[in-house]
């Protein structure tokens, strides 16, 4: 008795051949036993796969799962980076809001400026109606800049504010602020800031300066007098009760028609050049000189451009406010 043979149509032989092709006709025909013991002997070749998966067994898949894992990890970082960076976008637009518009108030004009050095910063600046009808005029600083200085920007401006449209003493305004800022900062934490209130009517300024900068108070039409006001005081958050009242003081200045009235944080008079020469505080004298005869804007622009030309477009360290009040 023959062997039995396999003849199947439109079926691969164990090379992958159509058998019933006009490659595979030209093969003789191949015993039935033959033909198994082939299949089973590339099959034992062939390495097993694991589990009915796709990976054969006896193969180290470990750089596979090590390199997954690294795409993995670096798409979440991605993600994460992406996150970041839109809820940085979405907190500085809502910052920026904090910032107000400059008020519609007869008789005065005004200029303004604001540079965070990173995404988001510490400086502020705010106007407040008092109740007594005068206008406030606020400017801050928090120490460092970003995410924290941030947080408690928000904090002191919002409680200056608050107290400031309470009392018209600028002095009780920033001692309140500055008890209720002072268990909420560590030791490394302070702000400082310089509040005046103007009366509308007469021009008359009290003016208190909590370790802030020294505004700069230009008459072109007095003889172009300058002056830097100084008042005594301490930063905000450093100490409480009877230590912040003994080192704070309020003054009292008459501002006349054309004077001008310039309110800075230190991060333009520190900021440096790529020589390492700071910008300083002559330098920003002598441009209130030559620009104080303009509007308030005109004159903070004029600043604003002086300073970027300086800087020579090297990234800084500080946030830089400028706030400008002229009297017409």
Aim: hydrophobic fraction near 35%; aromatic fraction near 6%; glycine fraction near 10%.
């Amino acid at each position: 008795m023959k062997p039995a043979t396999l003849r199947l149509s439109s079926r691969k032989d164990v090379n992958g051949r159509f058998l019933d092709s006009p490659e595979s006709a030209a093969l003789p025909s191949l015993p039935f036993r033959l033909l198994r013991r082939s299949v089973a002997s590339a099959g034992a070749a062939a390495p097993r796969r694991r589990n009915g998966g796709g990976e054969p067994e006896g193969r180290d898949i470990g750089p596979i799962k090590r390199r997954t894992d690294r795409l993995k990890a670096i798409a979440r970082q991605i993600q994460q980076k992406q996150e970041i960076e839109s809820g940085l976008k979405s907190a500085r637009k809502k910052q920026l809001h904090m910032l107000p518009d400059a008020p519609d108030v007869e008789g005065l004009e005004f200029g303004r400026y604001y540079n965070p050095a990173s995404s988001l910063g510490g400086d502020f600046y705010d106007f407040i109606q008092t109740p007594g009808g005068h206008l406030g005029t606020v400017m801050g600083d928090v120490t460092g800049h970003g995410i924290d200085a941030a947080i408690v920007m928000g904090m002191a401006k919002k409680a200056i504010h608050i107290f400031g449209l309470e009392n018209d003493d600028p002095l009780a305004v920033l001692r309140t602020a500055n008890e209720s800022l002072y268990p909420d900062l560590d030791d490394m934490t302070f702000v400082s800031a310089s509040y005046g209130v103007l009366d509308l009517k007469t021009h008359h300024l009290l003016y208190v300066r909590a370790g802030h900068n020294p505004p700069i108070l230009y008459s072109p039409t007095g003889g172009e007098e300058m002056r830097h006001l100084k008042p005594k005081g301490i930063v905000l958050g450093m100490q409480k009760g009877q230590v912040f009242d003994t080192f704070t003081e309020c003054m009292e200045v008459e501002l006349a028609s054309g004077d001008i009235l310039l309110q800075y944080t230190d991060g333009i008079i520190e900021a440096k050049n790529r020589d390492g020469e700071e910008f300083g505080m002559e330098r920003l004298d002598e441009l209130v000189k030559v620009h104080g005869r303009r509007t308030a804007q005109e004159m903070v622009d004029a600043i604003r451009d002086d300073f970027t030309t300086f800087i020579q477009g090297l990234e800084q360290d500080d946030d830089v406010t400028l706030v400008a009040l002229k009297v017409l």
